[in-house]
């Protein structure tokens, strides 16, 4: 076994490396760090490790035999990429609303100094000290709950009546989660999380300051079980496969708590909240909740909101006596996370006609403004995610993510860390369709052109496909190509969700140009190319200003939820305000969806940038 | 082992007697019966047992070698004697109350038939059935646990969305305990607790109907660890002594909890709701909270008042949803079983000015209207329940609840049972001071009148004493007697009680005479004669009319919380408007004190009819 050093993090272990597995994934496995921004695709270059004197990124390098690597102690690299990332997090609208928010986190430490009961002033304990909080809060019926109350006595005599009361905001109640001795204000901490079907996101929070301590994203351990949600809803109806499901996403949430609480020093004891947010899906089987009528006409979730738990009963780490806070979400289609991205751009809020798109496995897509909103999600299926093409792949290295073709048919293309190419990513066809149309290599159909005389353009024997990459060049010793199922699929995708957008815009009666912001969330969202999604048709020809990328709405959302005790309400008021369009009851949908499978679309007039 | 036939109820089992044992206590070891309704005084006569022949009583039935007790089936014997002894408990002033309460239990069933879900009615599940019963009972907000929705949508679906909800009313908020298949809506019930430190009394209510199906009454088995609170409190603080005489009163709710759902054939599945009133030191016991501090200056209780819990949480095995539900304090002294008095006897929604005496262990009072209440409890101590005198005991077999003394000087007993006697009870006590008073044997100091020439009155070489029952008279063979020191100790329980009436009068600055009603409550009360009770000065002397015992006040106020769900924030508004006196501290009151210790008291203007 040959043995090198890496350097991630504070650390002083090795780790085994197996063969064929990247570094990243085995110094997850052994604890050491979580996945980088990116989840682990390689892009965001933020886990960047020595080995044997050259710098590679860690999510990026496969171990060609078993390998023992040694994490010395010392280095803080991913501390201050931790840093930038969270950055990366708050910028443009999701930012300035973060600053507009008073801090009011819906936890909240009260110190309180009590009077000693005397003869004439007996008082019980527990009434004495809910008494001084209401006071000192400004509410006037906390309640709590009888752990509290069983040592309470001692406590207080023990600390001279000098304590600092846990309290936790619930929409209209206030309930006091614990009571520590003496003045314990100045630590407060918690945890938002997007849950989401392939990833899972979480940040360590100063509930004092408001500030990110650390942000870590995790591939999501129920992949095993199934990469999409039908798979999964599938699995969980096996004899202990909901426990198995929901067992898999808590480690993934316990691997965060323990990776950030950590590297950030930050004890357990002090963590008052967890405030999650995810689809549909994922909230059932997280809370081990029966999911299987989410997949069966007319596709009914068990529930669409939570009330507050204990974070240790649903399976959450921290603090014993912490709070567990759920996104309420609007239907099967429409989920907390929405909800939580509804929250963070501030749709709810605006008078202007806004749509927010949030694209990942499915492309939610909600209209409105403060008055109104009607949301959907487009079955855009898992094509933009590199799954179900012949060369399709997840955005990690070798991915071809940007293709030029030039008059002579061949392609210049920019793979994923620079490395020699393996296949085609989301944002790799969106150029490669681009091109291919620019070179009239497909017709506005998607066919490929028959008539071309290339040995580019052929005959697999079951269709026609155009090779990117001769299998001389390519890291894998094959052509990579797109074939005309691979563009069909495609096309299906893009098409789904530009004609929901315009799906929605009808039913309201409204038209492209009364949208005055148009935010795209989601983790496919970070390597988007807006111009050549227009120029494909996946999203309408309008002003580029209108567009604003926000990374990962449904964690801004958890966020500020966990840090404005307002938006508790007002979360519920926005899943109450929002309408949900089922597409495929709508009688012009089909037309629509028909009308966009062409690039950009059979009305060309709608696409003036691509004539 | 001798064996006979002994008819309890419907059972058939074999039941072993330990010699030494009474026939009631063996039953009740085995689970065969649970005590009857003196708590085993031998008073209520409700426990008659044919054995070999002739009737007895089996709790004044003491096995003299180890005994094997046939139980045959078929008897309903004990299962009448409960329908009577329910009728005990709701007469005068409490019948009047419950007959005019609006049945509305703090525990409702809603049957619901829902739409079923469509892709135009995609409205979740959990949204569906609270939608429809919100509805139905016209509430905002109803809240469920996790569990409720874990295998809701395939519980609705089974039943064809047509389900029974279980909604709990707290105070301000609405629960959905539990959903069950279909219309079950015909069968609810609850249990009403008494929780004392002496007895432990149940109540199994159908909720439908508001009938009492049984009562049971049983001697709490913490007396095991002590006959009072404060060795209880002392016991408490061993290594696993509070969870030990937790285990104990929950072991007797659940024995009362078995017989009464066995006899009526109620099953547990259908109670879903079980109301606790008991003293400050039993709620702390029973819920495990240390009650340290209730013993220790400034007397001050961990908590007053305790949330509405899962009942099985608490340790309460009914319905696994079913919730407990506990009447609230005002101070160590002035418990729940007092708020649960008050509530019963409309004390608090009574213009006039009105008296609850409940003389347990201690003497708690409440005086006041529907305007305000003042209370407090006199450290009476146990001596009219028979502790701490020569001759001493409990009102069981044997002992003297009657005597009349002639001009000889010779005393005429009546005994409970009608067995040779063995010691004084405290309704004997009570007669003996009357009957000493009347034949001047005693000053109305109490101390016995050395001047008298007869062998009745002696010194015994400590201090005096009279003979009321020679050794050969007896049945254990030595004499019975009163001594000084027996009538020093009866004159300060008295004393106490009387002298806490007047203080509380003085301390609101009302007389005697501005009392329209005085009630009398407790165990005790059962077999307090008044008019006595007034001629040694232990209540005053005004118009016998004012008076009315009502019984076990505790366990008839928890019943009628569990029926009428207005009354839970009723007990909150009662418990915040009484104002708890501190005797110890009031000025008057050790003047008070020392003045009622006398026959009947220093001030013989204040006793008209003892003159």
Redesign the interface.
């Known amino acids: 076994m040959e043995e090198f050093k890496i350097h991630f993090k504070p650390q002083n272990k090795s780790i085994k490396v197996p063969k064929g597995t990247d570094l990243l994934t085995a110094a997850i496995k052994a604890g050491v760090v979580i996945a980088a921004a990116c989840g682990g695709e390689g892009l965001c270059g933020k886990c960047k490790v020595s080995v044997g004197g050259s710098t590679v990124l860690a999510c990026q390098t496969l171990a060609e035999s078993d390998l023992l690597v040694e994490v010395p102690k010392g280095s803080v690299e991913s501390h201050s990429a931790m840093k930038h990332e969270s950055e990366d997090f708050t910028k443009g609208i999701i930012s300035e609303r973060e600053k507009s928010l008073k801090l009011s986190p819906i936890i909240r430490k009260v110190y309180v100094e009590l009077s000693e009961?005397?003869?004439?002033d007996?008082?019980?304990?527990?009434?004495r000290i809910l008494r001084a909080v209401e006071l000192s809060i400004a509410h006037s019926?906390i309640?709590?709950?009888?752990s509290n109350?069983?040592?309470?006595?001692?406590n207080l005599?023990d600390s001279a009546y000098k304590v600092t009361a846990v309290v936790a905001y619930e929409e209209?109640?206030v309930e006091m989660l614990a009571v520590e001795p003496g003045d314990t204000t100045d630590r407060l901490f918690g945890f938002a999380f997007d849950i989401g079907t392939t990833t899972v996101a979480g940040q360590l929070i100063d509930l004092n300051s408001g500030e990110i301590l650390g942000t870590r994203i995790a591939f999501n351990k129920q992949s095993t079980y199934g990469s999409d949600v039908i798979t999964r809803i599938v699995y969980a109806s096996n004899p202990k496969g909901l426990d198995t499901l929901s067992e898999a996403v808590l480690a993934n949430i316990a691997d965060i708590i323990k990776d950030l609480s950590d590297s950030c020093r930050v004890n357990l004891s002090v963590i008052y909240a967890a405030v999650l947010a995810g689809n549909m899906t994922m909230m059932h089987l997280l809370?081990?909740?029966?999911p299987?009528?989410i997949r069966k006409?007319?596709?009914?979730?068990?529930?669409?909101?939570?009330?507050p738990?204990n974070a240790r009963?649903v399976g959450i780490d921290i603090n014993q006596r912490a709070s567990a806070v759920f996104l309420p979400g609007v239907?099967?289609y429409v989920g907390g996370d929405i909800v939580a991205g509804l929250l963070a751009c501030g749709l709810a809020d605006n008078p202007n006609l806004t749509l927010l798109i949030d694209i990942g496995t499915n492309g939610e897509i909600v209209l409105g403004n403060s008055e109104w909103m009607m949301g959907t999600a487009a079955s855009a299926g898992p094509a933009f995610e590199g799954s179900g093409l012949e060369c399709g792949m997840k955005a990690v290295k070798g991915a071809i993510q940007k293709a030029e073709i030039g008059v002579n048919l061949y392609t210049k293309v920019e793979t994923v860390w620079q490395e020699a190419p393996r296949g085609i990513c989301g944002s790799g066809y969106i150029d490669i369709l681009c091109q291919l149309l620019k070179r009239n290599i497909i017709h506005r159909d998607g066919k490929i052109n028959r008539s071309i005389k290339s040995d580019l353009v052929r005959n697999n024997g079951v269709n026609y496909e155009f090779v990117l990459v001769p299998k001389n060049m390519s890291a894998t010793g094959k052509d990579i190509v797109i074939t005309d199922d691979d563009i069909e699929n495609l096309k299906r995708s893009k098409g789904a969700i530009y004609s929901a957008i315009i799906s929605l815009l009808n039913k309201v009666g409204k038209n492209m140009s009364d949208i005055t912001k148009i935010y795209i969330a989601g983790g496919f969202g970070n390597y988007l190319n807006i111009e050549n999604s227009i120029h494909i048709g996946l999203l309408p020809d309008i002003n580029r200003d209108v567009y604003e990328f926000i990374g990962n709405s449904s964690l801004a959302g958890a966020r500020m939820m966990l840090l404005s005790r307002d938006l508790v309400a007002r979360a519920d008021a926005i899943r109450k305000n929002v309408t949900?369009l089922?597409l495929?009851?709508e009688p012009d949908y089909m037309d629509e969806y028909v009308a966009s499978l062409f690039f950009p679309h059979t009305d060309m007039g709608r696409f003036p940038s691509a004539q």
Chains 1, 2 share one sequence.
Do not use: V, W
């Open positions: 009961p005397t003869q004439d007996n008082t019980d304990d527990l009434e019926r309640t709590t709950r009888l109350i069983k040592h309470l006595s001692e005599r209209g109640s809370l081990k909740i029966d299987t009528n006409a007319p596709y009914i979730p068990a529930a669409a909101r939570f009330c738990m009963e239907s099967t949900y089922d495929s009851s």
